[in-house]
């Protein structure tokens, strides 16, 4: 498996990539695969960068979970 990144955000034609180890780098849009959005897991590999799907989906179950779980926590205090 090759080093993987999380994308952060895109400034103007660069996507910012986050590192594992906290980190950050700059990829022109153009070296990235086509689809991609802000939160998704990139997988460096030898041809470029591919998007890791399912390692996105994981992430983003785990994050809504926690959203709920801090919104279902503050609407008890109340």
Known sequence: ???L???DR?????AVLEE????????????LP??????????QAETGF???EDLTHERR???TGKQKRLFRHRSEET
């Open 61 to 63: 179950e785990r994050i």
């Open 34 to 43: 086509e689809g991609i959005h802000e939160g998704d897991v990139l997988e």
């Open 50 to 52: 591919i998007i890791r």
């Open 10 to 14: 895109f400034e103007g034609e660069s």
């Open 5 to 7: 990144y999380i994308i």
């Open 1 to 3: 498996m090759g080093k």
């Open 20 to 31: 594992d180890g906290g980190g950050h780098i700059d990829v022109p849009k153009g070296q």
